[in-house]
């Protein structure tokens, strides 16, 4: 057996990304010829626009480097043009090309923004539950982490005054995720702005994390570095829209001082995003069919979703949950039936073939609860899937 030594102490704070786990053992199971019906997958079922994808493909065929060589490291200028001119379209919002940086993904905007503002002995609140791909990081780099408790009973409401209290003079920033992974909700526009007058009475980030800003059934996405431009940081990705999550793209806007120190960190790891998705998303973005896609693709997914709502009240009458106004998922408490959700979601795929995620890996509270994805799979294996879900849930009580 191989000896480990003399690695960095802080690698232990990563750990294999909890879905990637669920994946594994879905993997195993399709290799022994099981039938999985995926309600675990964080990613988009529809594909990006045919006609963007036939302008690419021309692109494609010429005898040409642009596609393959090196970009700067911020990112082309068509293309941050273009998120420019679409933050303004779809937000109001003023943001200066200069002030946008194209990373690798959602999760590279995380990692370089957070390797950007902390140091060891900060703390950063989270929500509860939220998205749990932060904690490792915060982690990682030295930082504790404080969480606001969020109730299924309010919609997942912020609680300002209760914020408040958790607020120290080593409170680095607040990580907000709108809408939200995996509750589906979204922040109000007046919790935004007391947000971001709280941020700048005690001098703290807000890092708003809107990877789902353009998925909204009910309602409407609260930018909140419109209020605060000077103390938000906001973190943006393209796997969900258009729809690109192989090819790695995304990106971060907020203050210059900030912007370019993330783009010297995202510089480090992956030297300059991948230039193909900077291209085809360039062209998406400031395409006729940009408008028309999004409103397409919320259609299919806000069905998908009253579907699997009505299917869950039909097949779990005792479980909790709250509609989500956006995102991909609905975050189902299960204590009516379950303990564990970490076993439970292991049961339920041996047994009953359907993959689910833990409610524990988002939340220190909802230990009982599970995350399902509605847009995956199609209509009629959603619904079957969560027939699944039922059974599972029904036979791990009676065990």
Not at 38 to 58: D, F, H, N, T, Y
Not at 170 to 195: C, F, H, M, Y
Not at 277 to 297: G, M, N, P, W
Request: aromatic content about 10%.
């Amino acid at each position: 057996m191989g000896i480990v030594r003399n690695l960095s102490d802080r690698i232990s704070a990563l750990r294999e990304s909890p879905t990637r786990r669920i994946d594994a053992i879905r993997e195993r199971l399709r290799r022994e010829n099981r039938d999985i019906i995926v309600l675990s997958a964080g990613q988009p079922s529809i594909p990006p626009p045919p006609e963007i994808r036939a302008i690419m493909a021309e692109e494609l065929a010429k005898e040409s480097m642009d596609l393959y060589a090196y970009t700067p490291s911020q990112g082309i200028v068509e293309l941050r043009e273009a998120v420019s001119e679409d933050l303004k379209r779809l937000g109001s919002l003023d943001v200066k090309p200069d002030d946008i940086v194209i990373v690798a993904g959602g999760q590279e905007a995380m990692f370089a923004t957070l390797m950007t503002i902390l140091n060891p002995g900060d703390e950063v609140i989270l929500m509860d539950p939220t998205y749990f791909g932060y904690k490792p990081l915060i982690e990682y780099f030295g930082a504790r982490i404080k969480r606001l408790r969020l109730s299924m009973d309010d919609g997942f409401r912020i609680n300002v005054e209760a914020l408040k209290e958790l607020i120290s003079s080593r409170t680095k920033a607040i990580i907000l995720v709108s809408p939200d992974n995996p509750t589906g909700s979204i922040i109000s526009e007046d919790v935004a702005k007391a947000l971001v007058d709280l941020a700048r009475d005690k001098d703290f980030w807000i890092i708003s994390d809107e990877a789902y800003r353009t998925l909204i059934y009910e309602g409407s996405h609260v930018y909140l570095y419109k209020y605060a431009p000077e103390y938000v940081i906001s973190l943006n990705t393209f796997s969900k829209d258009p729809g690109i999550p192989g090819w790695r793209l995304g990106f971060v806007y907020g203050p210059r001082e900030i912007t370019s120190r993330i783009k010297l960190a995202a510089e480090e790891m992956t030297y300059c995003p991948p230039s193909f998705a900077q291209r085809f998303v360039a062209t998406y973005l400031r395409s006729e069919v940009r408008l028309k896609h999004i409103k397409y693709v919320v259609e299919q997914y806000r069905a998908k979703r009253d579907t699997a709502v009505e299917a869950i009240r039909r097949n779990l009458p005792e479980a909790r949950f709250v509609v989500p106004k956006g995102s991909m998922f609905i975050f189902v408490d299960l204590s009516k039936y379950i303990d564990d959700s970490d076993k439970f979601a292991e049961f339920a795929m041996e047994k009953y073939s359907v993959a689910l995620v833990p409610g524990s890996y988002f939340s220190e509270q909802y230990k009982a609860a599970v995350r399902v994805s509605f847009v995956w799979e199609r209509t009629d294996r959603l619904v079957e899937g969560i027939r699944r879900l039922a059974e599972a849930a029904k036979a791990y009580k009676a065990s």
